[in-house]
Nanobody
């Protein structure tokens, strides 16, 4: 399994940025996906979750209202649109994948790194003031 994150870069505060994560080696539509970030010297933080169908999404408190996750199962890709970026959004952003529940699950989401089996290599986002 490979998860290839891309789209990071250096932007100004208030700018927008769109990240992508292309998956291979797995049946993408059977996996829930998530974004995490890790600032320099900091811990890995949950950013957003999107379930296998795209119908169920959940976002971290520090980014809620400024980010949107989406996915295209035909392209094996998940996206993270980030708006109104702040310097505190500076971090390496990672995508992660976990196989969806096999039975009825209702509304669910996973926010801890330990919940995910596969990880991408990360893409750096730097926001300057």
């Amino acid at each position: 399994v490979q998860l290839q994150a891309s789209g990071g870069g250096s932007v100004q505060a208030g700018d927008s940025l769109s990240l992508s994560c292309a998956a291979s080696g797995l049946t993408f539509e059977t996996y829930d996906m998530a974004w995490f970030r890790q600032p320099p010297g900091g811990e890995r933080e949950f950013v957003g979750f999107i379930n296998w169908s795209g119908a169920n999404r959940f976002y971290g408190r520090s980014v809620k209202g400024r980010v949107t996750s989406s996915r295209d199962n035909a392209k094996n890709t998940v996206y993270l649109q980030m708006n109104s970026l702040k310097p505190e959004d500076t971090a390496v952003y990672y995508c992660a994948a976990e196989r969806r529940p096999t039975g009825p699950a209702g509304r669910y989401y996973y926010t801890t790194p330990e919940s995910y089996e596969y990880w991408g290599q990360g893409t750096l986002v730097t926001v300057s003031s």
